[in-house]
Each structure stands twice: as structure tokens, then as C-alpha cells.
């Protein structure tokens, strides 16, 4: 595999001012051999002139967090990453590889989750390439590289974690997104690995049910929400009936025997359940009759 050699750049302000200088000699001679003086001076001039533009061949520039890739016949030399005006041999091959902080949103994939349920989900990478080496040379193109590894990633995620979490303890896409962009975006750094590519976030961007379920789905997170509201009441109301039948009896306000209690047990649970206000009932009899 290819690694990254880091290469000090020469200073090119030197060389350009020493090619101009040998340019402005070698035109002077070719002027001067033009005017009748020796032909040999004409020649010279044109070597000169050469070798000026062949020097200044070499010269290049860096833009701040960039990098240049150099390649002597098809040979890896190394990478200038500092910014500035710098020479080098005029045979070299320079490509630029940008080292800035990129984004990029995944399309709406449509995929199965870990119940089977389709549903559609997309992400946001921010990554950035660390060894230009590995991103130059172990793919052929580390950017379409980057966003086709990420789809596949969300894709495998997607099928690993359920939409919605049925237990306390289970994990799901729309209920932990810190876990899941955790497991992103290791997921991708995985897969970028071998590209020199760093991933600094990944995260859902988008998360829903697929079209054809997603009533459906709503009416069983509606019936779901219902149900836990239902328990929550019935466990408080059973709560303040325990309350209320110690109190009675630790304050001796009347002595109750198993059936009153049940009777009065019951009513209290109709009137701490009903969605409705209790309408009161004047009895003109006694329990027993």
C-alpha cells in the first residue's frame, strides 16, 4: 500500500528570478547574433533561452490546505503541502488534492430495517482526505469513492437497528441518534480506510417510513402511545386507592369488610380511569339491599 511521503518544496521566488535573469541573457544574445555579430552568439542564445523556460517549467503553487501529489514517470516522488511558490524538476507530474473539510448529503435510500419494515434514510458525511498518497493511488476516484462507501454504510446500518425501539434497553434509529451516528460513523471510517480519507461526523439527516406503511405505522405508534398513557393512569390510580384505604384505616374512620372494600376499590378506579366526569349516585339503601 501507498503512504504518504511528505516533500519540502524548493523555494521558487529564487528560481524564478534566476530563470528570468538567464531569460533577459539568452535574449540579449539572440539580439546580438541577429545584428551581425558572431552566429555562434544567436545560438547560445536560443540554449539559454531553453534552459530559461525549461526552469520555469518547474515552478508551481500550493494554495493554503492544499497539496500537491509529484510523480516522475509514473514513479510517486512525494506530496508539498505547504503553501507558496515552489520549483521543481519540470518532468514531474502535479496534481492537486484539496485537504479541506467536505460535505456531503447521501440521496434518500429506501431500505429495510432490522424488522423488515421499509423505510427511507439519508446521512451527512464531513470528512476530509489525510493521506494523498492512499487517495491518489489505492482508488481511482476517492471522491465518488467516498459517497458510494457512505451509501453502502447507511445501508448496512439501516438493516442492523429497528425504526422504533420496543424495550427500554433496545436501540433504534429514531429514538438514539446519538448511538447511531456513533455507529455511522465508524462504519464509514471503515470503509474510507484505505483511501487516506478521515471521517470527522456522520449523522441521519433524514428518517421516515416508506410511503406504503407509513399510516399504518402511525395508527400502531398512536395505538402504542394510547396504551402507554392507559398504564401510566391505571398504575397511579391504583397508587391513590392503596393511599386512600390506609388512611381510612389508620384514622378508623369506618371498618370495612372485604366486599365494601371491593366496592369502594372499584368505584375508585372508574372514577381515577374515566376519560369522563363521574356523575354521582345517591343511594337510598345500604350495600346489601
Request: charged share 20%; hydrophobic share 50%; with cysteine.
Amino acid at each position: 500500500m501507498f503512504r504518504e511521503i511528505t516533500k519540502k518544496g524548493t523555494n521558487g521566488l529564487g528560481v524564478l528570478t534566476v530563470a528570468l535573469v538567464v531569460l533577459a541573457v539568452g535574449v540579449q544574445r539572440v539580439i546580438a547574433g541577429a545584428q551581425g555579430e558572431s552566429p555562434l552568439n544567436a545560438i547560445v542564445g536560443v540554449f539559454i533561452i531553453l534552459a530559461s523556460v525549461l526552469g520555469l517549467a518547474g515552478l508551481y503553487t500550493v494554495q493554503p490546505n492544499d497539496g500537491k501529489v509529484l510523480t516522475l514517470f509514473g514513479e510517486y516522488v512525494g506530496t508539498v503541502r505547504g503553501a507558496g511558490l515552489f520549483w521543481a524538476n519540470p518532468f514531474y507530474t502535479k496534481k492537486r488534492i484539496s485537504l479541506r473539510v467536505r460535505n456531503f448529503e447521501t440521496a434518500k435510500l429506501k431500505v429495510n430495517d432490522n424488522h423488515s419494515n421499509p423505510i427511507e434514510i439519508g446521512a451527512i458525511v464531513v470528512w476530509k482526505v489525510v493521506d494523498t498518497a492512499e487517495a491518489m493511488f489505492e482508488v481511482d476516484d476517492y471522491s465518488h469513492f467516498v459517497v458510494m462507501q457512505s451509501e453502502a454504510a447507511v445501508r448496512a446500518l439501516a438493516q442492523t437497528y429497528p425504526y422504533d425501539a420496543h424495550g427500554q434497553e433496545a436501540v433504534a434509529l429514531s429514538t438514539h441518534p446519538a448511538e447511531v451516528s456513533k455507529s455511522l460513523q465508524q462504519a464509514v471510517a471503515d470503509r474510507l480506510l484505505k483511501a487516506g480519507v478521515e471521517v470527522i461526523e456522520a449523522r441521519i439527516s433524514h428518517l421516515a417510513y416508506a410511503p406504503e406503511i407509513a399510516s399504518a405505522m402511525l395508527r400502531r405508534q398512536q395505538a402504542a402511545a394510547i396504551i402507554a398513557a392507559r398504564s401510566k393512569i391505571v398504575e397511579g390510580a391504583v397508587s391513590m386507592v392503596e393511599n386512600a384505604l390506609e388512611l381510612i384505616s389508620a384514622k378508623g374512620l369506618v371498618t370495612l369488610d372485604e366486599e365494601r372494600k371491593a366496592s369502594m376499590v372499584s368505584n375508585l378506579l372508574v372514577v381515577l380511569c374515566s376519560d369522563r366526569d363521574a356523575q354521582p349516585v345517591v343511594n337510598t339503601g345500604s350495600l346489601y339491599s
